[in-house]
Antibody
Framework: QVQLQESGPGLVKPSETLSLTCTVSGGSISSYYWSWIRQPPGKGLEWIGYIYYSGSTNYSPSLKSRVTISVDTSKNQFSLKLSSVTAADTAVYYC?????????????WGKGTTVTVSS | SSELTQDPAVSVALGQTVRITCQGDSLRSYYASWYQQKPGQAPVLVIYGKNNRPSGIPDRFSGSSSGNTASLTITGAQAEDEADYYCNSRDSSDNHLGVVFGGGTKLTVL
């Protein structure tokens, strides 16, 4: 079955750029939406943005100025870049597959990776 | 962008029925999906669409929707159902088809 695995630095300095990659295994990246979601410690889920396999993107209005999501179909990976990070960006970051078959739903999630913003 | 509103906490006696609700304007256009999250784990999809359960989700979980409100019902709650539950939906309020999550409901099984 399809599995997602997040990877990237666990510690990022303030004002720098957070970079994460999600590797898709056991299936193709084609024909789905691929999202990044984060969860600050003790808080709820926050959608960051998604990329369609064709490359079109949509970002959360609150993060849009700092977010870039890209896809590499040859590697079955998609990536997140979040610039100018602060302590408020400390969170568990999840990647997820969103399916559309008349309904939209996120049916596969990665285990999540913890990113701490600190000097 | 739209918001989805959930009660922060709900409790249910073991074996009883509990309904968790999610309200928001986006639900007038898009069905909610529901996710269960246990401590230290990634969210798991439990209900999507009109009332669809992924493979492996017990049939005590069901979903419904009316107007701007979506509901997740657990009929005969079990101890292992104690978790945080999140709704989400697509949101077209900003002329972009984004995604919105509810704030989550912590379910306690007594």
């Amino acid at each position: 079955q399809v599995q997602l695995q997040e990877s990237g630095p666990g510690l990022v300095k303030p004002s720098e750029t957070l970079s994460l990659t999600c590797t898709v295994s056991g299936g193709s990246i084609s024909s789905y939406y691929w999202s990044w979601i984060r969860q600050p410690p003790g808080k709820g889920l926050e959608w960051i943005g998604y990329i369609y396999y064709s490359g079109s993107t949509n970002y959360s209005p609150s993060l849009k100025s700092r977010v870039t999501i890209s896809v590499d179909t040859s590697k079955n990976q998609f990536s997140l870049k979040l610039s100018s990070v602060t302590a408020a960006d400390t969170a568990v970051y999840y990647c997820a597959r969103e399916k559309y078959d008349g309904y939209y739903y996120m049916d596969v999630w990665g285990k999540g990776t913890t990113v701490t913003v600190s000097s | 962008s739209s918001e989805l509103t959930q009660d922060p906490a709900v409790s249910v006696a073991l074996g009883q029925t509990v309904r968790i609700t999610c309200q928001g304007d986006s639900l007038r256009s898009y069905y909610a999906s529901w996710y269960q999250q246990k401590p230290g784990q990634a969210p798991v999809l439990v209900i999507y669409g009109k009332n669809n359960r992924p493979s492996g989700i017990p049939d005590r979980f069901s979903g419904s929707s009316s107007g701007n409100t979506a509901s997740l019902t657990i009929t005969g709650a079990q101890a292992e159902d104690e978790a945080d539950y999140y709704c989400n939906s697509r949101d077209s309020s900003d002329n972009h088809l984004g995604v919105v999550f509810g704030g989550g409901t912590k379910l306690t099984v007594l």
